[in-house]
């Protein structure tokens, strides 16, 4: 017995409680609107722009390229639809098949008015092709948006390269790094991104608020109009004790993302050996080196389809994991778009679990784990484990070429 196991990080990670204290006062005592001009909302004005220079410094911006949003959806949505907007004439996207709906579904409304749009495919571990997005630039190709990481698999795209190919080209880079933000260095006077999505609550800040790196000399249009906060980004009172968990979020990540980056990837390549180890039908889905710090999918071969019930089993046995992103559960049971773009059959594009530490996770958390994770695959209901599957020899070829 013992208290749950949270291993779904990627969909949310808990408040910080240091990031809690930080915020409280700004909840109950100093509940200024920061547009006022009198003491309260000079105090709110004040923890606003604090918080706006501790994200800025998680990347090494300029608190004046921070606009602050309600989410990392409405981050992706400026990015997407306030660039394109801005411009005149007509406009071409490039992006990839695997974005996040935040990006994917702003690409589609934009399709419907004309905006011409390319899907990058990607390889069997999740990557985009360099190459390809060369192919991929026409001369009216105004921004090209790739995800610093992806939510599903893990897998880490090589956005520097992506990010001097659009440049080169003249064209605006995006970057969703909202599972990337906090876990690795992100720094925009190495990167060349003119424009980068952050969410807080991925970072064990609260949820409801996110934030736009936008680069200095790049036009927007709002999406969100109104009273003109945010230098006319991004109408709305603030989010102050929102804004503030976030800025305290990334001070903290800003901190500690080294050595907490360290200790998760040895605890999630200690729970994938002893895995391998105990468990043959289990294979490795996206990219095994270029991946997110905490970040595991994994599959289990014949037993694909019987993803939800494995599910079930795990949150019976007190295990919280997913599968796929917690933003296409109400889909379940339907294959992922993202593995079948992968090169999954529509089988085994229903069947991956996704196990994802974060901060307070534990040796002794995933040593429970690996007792209860057998136990549930052999729950009642749930097809029996085959191990000859092609994707392990495909792993196993992976794996000797990194
Ligand atoms: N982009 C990616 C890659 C994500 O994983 C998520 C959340 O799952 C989002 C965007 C959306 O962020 P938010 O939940 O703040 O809207």
Redesign the pocket.
Known sequence: MGSRIYFDH??TTPLDPRVFVLMEPYLLDDFGNPSSLHREGRKAREAVETARAQVAALFGAAPSEIVFTG????A?NLAILGSIRAGTGSAHIVTSSIE?A?VLEPCRFLERFGVKVDYLPVDSYGLVDPENLRRALRPETRLVSI?AAN?VVGTLQPIAELARIAKQHGALFHT?A??AAGKMRLDVNELPADLI?L?A??LHGPKGV?ALYVRDGVELNPIVLGGGQERGLRSATENVAGIVGFGAAAALAREEMEEEARDLVRLREYLLARLRATMPHAYLIGHPVKRLPGHLCLGFAGQEGEVLQLLTALDEAGVAVSSG???SAHHAGAPSEILLAMGFDSQRAKGSLRVTLGRFSTESEVNRFLEILPRALAAPGLAAARDDSPRNVELSVAQARN
């Open positions: 990627s969909a989410s990392g959806t409405e992706d996040h935040g995800m939510n969703d909202v599972q999505s969410s609550h991925k996110g992103s917690a933003c």
